[in-house]
Every structure is written in C-alpha cells, then in structure tokens.
C-alpha cells in the first residue's frame, strides 16, 4: 500500500482475511449458523452505502438464502435450443400447477405451504440466456413439475449445458465487451465461471468456422495451482482452441509475449482484461453464512494492497483503448472505490471509469460512493489521515481516504455500480469499468514504425510495480511442453488424405504433448495461441492449452490411424469435408437411444439416403450431421461394415434426445411414477425419494457449501 519499508504481501488478501478463524462450532449446521454481526451492521450504516429507509429491508434479505441462478451455455445456437425445451417442456406446465396441500404431519410440523413457482430471466443477460428461481427442498419433494425441473436442471449443469453462476457474478463478462478477435486477459479467473462467458463471447461470431476458431485468445490466470485445474475443465467443456491457462501471482504477472504484425515480438497489450480480485466476500453473506462470524471492518483495509497490485498491473498490461472490468463480490469502499481512486490517481488521466448503464437494461444498482469511512477493529471511525491511531498506521494510509472535493469531479466514481441485495433478491456485487485512453505515465509504447518500445515520459510508475517479487520456489510440477506438427510430420498425410481436410488448413497448429513415440492424442489451438505458447513456454507457467480433436485408434479397420475426438468436434468439422454424413432426426434418435455396445444400430435401420451415404464410406470414424428448424446436431461416432455408433456419453444423449423432442425415459428414473406404481401394489418407498435426489453443490468457488437442510436449489452443480 506504498508505504515505506513495508514487506510485500503483508496485508495481502486471502490469508489475512480468514483470521481470526471463527469456526462453526461443532455440531451447529451450516443453516444454524447466526446470520448476525453488530459491527458489520454498524460500518455498512456508516458507510451509507443503502439509501435511506431501505435499511432493515436490506438486512432482512442478507439473512435470507440466495436463489438459485443459472446460465445456459456453449455455442448460442445450443443455448437457444436448450431455452426452447426449457420454456416448453418444463416453464410452461408450471403456470398450471395447483400446489398441493400439506398432510396433516406436514400441517403439524408447522411446514410452509408449496408456493408457486416463478422462474426470473435476467433482463440484461444477453439472448435470455440466464434465469433465477427459488426452487426449494420441500418443494422438489413434494410437487412432481418442480422435481422433474430440477431433475433437468441436474442432468443439464452434469453435461455442462447449464451452469450454476450467482447473478451479480455474470455482469462482469458482460459488461466487459469481448469480441472474437479481442485478446483477453482473467487475471484471478479460477473456478472459471467467467471464463467460461469470455471464451463463450470470444466465440461468437457468425459463421462456423470462426464462431469455432476464433481469432482471438483468452488468457486464464490464477495464483493457486490446484485451482489452475478447475480452469482446465471449464476450457475442455467449452471446446476452445483459443484458451490458454497460466499460474502466476497477477500482482506480478509477467508480460506475455507475442509476435506483432511487423513481425517484430514483444509484450501483448490486451484488449479485455477482467480483474475479478480476491475479497472479503460480504456481497455473498447469503450464501457462505460462515462469513457472518468471520466479518471485521478491517478486513477490507487488509485486502486492498493486494487489490490494487492486481488492478494496478492490469492497467499497465491493457492495450490503448482497452477495457479493464474490475469487480468484487464485496460491498466495503476500501476494496472497491478506494482501490478504483487510486488507479485513477496514478494514472493521471489515461484511464477513465466508462458508464455501462445502458448495457445492462432492467439491472437496479447504487451508483458508486464517493465518501466513504474508514474504521478499526474496535470500531472507532477514523476521518482523516490525521486521525490515524498509532496502532492502525500499518492498515491505513492516506490513500485509503475518500477523495477530496476538487477530485470528486475529475474521478467520476458516481460510474461504479454497487448491486444490493435486495434490490433483486440477489448477493451484493461491485463492478468498475475503465478505459485506457492514453499510455499511462511512463508506459513504453511500441512504435511499428522505428519498431522500438519508447517510454513516453521517465518509466518511473512500471519500474516501481515491476520490482520482481523475492525469489519464490516454483510450486505443483511443470507441465509438458507443447510440440506442434512440423512440416515433415508423418501422421498428417495419412489424417489429410482420409478426412479430406480443406486447403487451407494449417497442419502447423496441430500439437501434441509428447514428442517422441506414438502420438495418442492430437490437440488444435488457433495461431494466436500457437504464437503465445511459442515466445513464452520458458517464462510463462503454462498449465494447460489446446482442445483435443483426434484420438489413436489403430488397428480397429479403418485406413487412419486417428478417430474423431468428441472434445474438439466443433473445432474439427469445419475444416474437413470428407466423412461427414447427413443424417435424420429418426437416425439421431436411433443411434442415441441406442447405447448397447454389443448391439449399435445396424445401418440397415436408418433412411434410406443415410445407407445410400454409408455406402460410399469405408470403415472409420465419421461425423453425423443434422440441420431442421434451425437445431443444428453434429455428432463424432464410428462407422462400421453394417452398423453406425454416436460417440456420445450418457448424460449427453438425454441433452440431444431432449433437443430432438424425443423420448428420453430410457434414460430418466421418474421416482414419482415410480411411488404411484408401488402404490398401486401396496409399497412404500416414499422414504427413499426425496433425499437421493439431492447433490451436494458446489458453490463458485469450487468449495463445498456444506449445507444442511436448505432452501435453495442446491440440486445443480457448478461448474
Ligand atoms: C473471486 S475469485 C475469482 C472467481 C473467478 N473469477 C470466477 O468467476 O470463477 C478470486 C481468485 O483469485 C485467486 N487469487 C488470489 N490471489 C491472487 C493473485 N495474487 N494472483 C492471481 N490470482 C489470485 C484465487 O485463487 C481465486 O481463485
């Protein structure tokens, strides 16, 4: 926090904030646990952060459990395809249902009524791709429709079609602007929720083969190596060959280089870059109860330091005219408006905060604060630098103070926003956007002309935040490197001439992971990530890039040596053109409905002009196409002498057969049908249905959120 002789790290974030460690008590569930805190209620008074009169509404709703809120993910063909059988098959019967009455144990155990159910689209979250519901626990057990939802909500978030993402979480990414040729940073981006929005507006251009190979990146980073993984997942479900993963401390990250159009190499200025730091979390007090014990008003001041190196470094990696997000699921001043005022300070102009209302139509929020109080853990408010006890002058320091009146004007803190609970029944959440409209004082500027990096003015501001952190020791083991195809690579001419790749392909962005032996699996990325992987595998911590798209599988009679890998099928298909058949939706139904490996279907089953097609291809891997009504299927599978099979997983299936409008029960237990049968002969097994049905979830920050009986949908799981 610039002040002299401090140690880096000292009140840097995560550890800080967890002391004092005020554990649940043994034996008190996670839904006992007190939902009170005096000096919490104290500081966010004083702070005034609630507009006057809504106070006890807003400490009401704190209590309250959070509704469960979710996404609908991948391509926005899929997503739209997935909202349509939503809305039918299982919104629409809703508006139907007449809850049903309690029995007369419910009655006397005092248990509310069912209420009804009415699920919420965000209005600002584009193509009504994201909705809230209050879907409880009791109503699951007791009402058929809302257990069938539920049961679909499940099966959809386990094949990653939907994902469980807080509300106010998913703003950020909007907000943010990716286009599909912006090069994006996430500084702090495990689990991955909001990466997995980048990569999902990175690819959305219109037609196939862009939407699916990109021309831009997206930069996942985080600090903690075993999250780094979770980051893994979120890019293999997505199936982008245009994400690459590091694991570097963002304070300090290190400049990743890239070769410019000149063809000259140096550090990329991104385009995006999302700073969603660390933080107290107590806009999330709805749904991690634990933090209710844990709250102090100093817990802000402790993280700041480290909020701003973060920011502070993304500003400097930002390319002129570029968008920075920075965002916190925090409500304290000293984690958000102080961290933003102090960017701006130093940036002495060349960064501006950028009023985003119009982006998010329908989203209630508090413009930013531009008065604030700073407070110690005895609660004594401390207004001026003056002020400062002796005892605090290692937490606060003069910037931590809100601005003075000349600067009010010039900062326009008033276009931060601050989202209050209850306001729409959400967590509390802060977001800041802010441009870069010139270099920042001191920052090199790459001329394309001369080709050099000329300092614009004495690089005093980037020498400071530059100073290396103390040697650290390297922590989780290095990744194997990356080898792509090189010209003479023996098993391209063999995939080429089967798939029938198209002309301009680049065998070049081919890769595997292991460099010599048999090639196992073949991984893609787009030419930017090649290039990045390229200049920066010795300095950069690489944990994971490239989208696996084919898969060794010899000696099962085909003339390749290469199947199709599901993974990367979306990245494939658009570049070959040979073993590609179109099928119909009574095919696709077939082959999905039908997953005894013994027994695939035989392709005498299928249409006509399917055999017709099936005749011209020898055995091998083969791609199924299908195209109506705008739903556009595209499966990898194997074609054999007689029959045909569908690669496709389990829960998988029941996503495409629910696409198709086909029937799914093979696949779906429908215990309420179930208790009506056994009913009907006399068996009770009422006992066993309502738990089962219920999976632990993990909240978004891969933890478990360890809840007993709750009240939210807790069914889904995050991804
Ligand atoms: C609020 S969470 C990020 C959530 C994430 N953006 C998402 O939407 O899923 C903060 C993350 O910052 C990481 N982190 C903490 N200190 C960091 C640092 N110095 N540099 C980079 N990441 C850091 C943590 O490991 C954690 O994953």
New binding site residues.
Partial sequence: MGRKGRKRGKND??SRVERPKKERPPGVSYEEVVRENKNFETFYKAQKVVPEGEWEEFLACMKENLPAAFRLTGTKDMACALLRVMKTTFFEPLSQIIPPELTPEEQEAGEEPVKPLKPFCLPWYPNNLAWQLNLTRKNIRRCEAYWQLHQFLISETETGNISRQEAV?MIPPVVLDVQPHHKVLD????????TAQLIEFLHSANDDRSAAIPEGIVVA????NK?CYMLTHQAKRLQSPAIIITNH???FMPNIHHTRKDGSVGPIKFDRILC????SGDGTLRKNFDVWAKWNPVNGANLHG?QLR?ARRGIEMLAVGGRLVYSTCSLNPLENEAVIQRLLMEADGSIQLVDVSSQLPGLKFMPGLEEWLLMNREMEAIKSVTEIPLKNTNLFNKHLFPPSMENKEKLNLKRCIRILPHHQDTGGFFVAVLEKTKPLPGEKVYKEINQEEIPTVPDTATQRIRQPPKKKRRQGFREEPYYYFEKDEVVWPGIDAFYGMHEDVDPGLFLTRTKDGKKRNIYFTNKCIKDVVAQNQDHIKIINTGVKVLVRSDNKGSPCDFRLAQDGSRVLLPLFSKRKICVTKNDLVIMLQNDDMEMPPEIATLDSKTQEQCADHCTGAIAFLYEEDGLKIQLVGWKGNKSVRAYVAKNDRIHYLRLLGADTSKYEKNKFAEQRNLDSMNVDVKESTPDDMQTDVND??GESNDKGETDVCDGIQEN
């Fill in positions: 974030g995560e979480s500084m702090c981006a495990a689990p991955g929720s909001k980073n985080d600090a903690d999250r401390d963002a304070a969603d730091v660390p933080c480290l973060i978004e920050n």
